[in-house]
């Protein structure tokens, strides 16, 4: 069955880096675009970054550009964000997400990672 | 990339049904008929429940049911049973190669 688990996250300081790790299973990962969705703490859902099946094309939302990077390594079979600069309003917990058909149709979650970016 | 506008509440009493709007821009909802919905219950990750502003995934209870007109798209929940107390969210994919989601709403079963 599809799984996706994420790690990575924790407390971090305000201007400091942290990546996070998705790790997929049963699927053939490769074949996929993949997402990262934040949730804040009693918060909707928002779109972080989406990565194409090659890695080739990444995409960001405003409030991450130039600080996050989305990346991928087909051959170990994980998905990763690199989050630079990080903020406050960075607290969340994060998702990956598989995307079904490569125009955003989300169709496997995992559990999140929660990442507290607090002094 | 603002965030698609929906209701922050519904409510409805069980077996009634119940409309969830979500309204955007001819950039995102009205250009692409890539809307989706997504069901969350609290401490859970959000689970499609409708994509292609129409589609349901296998094993989705056909109570659910999309349609979209302009800038608007719509989720539609039939026969209200107890366990669709949840936040509803909907996205939708952006002429920027974006994905955008809505604010969520929350319904309540009565």
């Known amino acids: 069955q599809v799984q996706l688990v994420e790690s990575g996250g924790g407390v971090v300081q305000p201007g400091r880096s942290l990546r996070l790790s998705c790790a997929p299973s049963g699927f053939t990962f490769s074949y996929y675009a993949m997402h990262w969705v934040r949730q804040a703490p009693g918060k909707g859902l928002e779109w972080v970054a989406v990565i194409s099946v090659d890695g080739s094309n990444n995409y960001y939302a405003d409030s991450v550009k130039g600080r996050f990077t989305i990346s991928r390594d087909n051959s170990k079979n994980t998905l990763h964000l690199q989050m630079n600069s990080l903020r406050t309003e960075d607290t969340a917990v994060y998702y990956c997400?598989?995307?079904?058909?490569?125009?955003?149709?989300?169709?496997?979650w995992g559990q999140g990672t929660l990442v507290t970016v607090s002094s | 990339q603002s965030a698609l506008t929906q209701p922050a509440s519904v409510s409805g009493s069980p077996g009634q049904s119940i409309t969830i709007s979500c309204t955007g821009t001819?950039?995102?909802?009205?250009?692409?008929?890539?809307v989706s919905w997504y069901r969350q219950y609290p401490g859970k990750a959000p689970k499609l429940m409708i994509y292609d502003v129409s589609k349901r995934p296998s094993g989705v209870s056909n109570r659910l049911s999309g349609s979209k007109s302009g800038n608007t798209a719509s989720l539609t929940i039939s026969g209200l049973q107890a366990e669709d107390e949840a936040d509803y969210y909907c996205s939708s994919y952006t002429t920027s190669d974006t994905l955008v989601f809505g604010g969520g709403t929350k319904l309540t079963v009565l």
């Open positions: 997400a598989r995307d079904a058909s490569g125009s955003g149709i989300l169709d496997y």
């Open positions: 001819s950039s995102d909802v009205g250009g692409y008929d890539y």
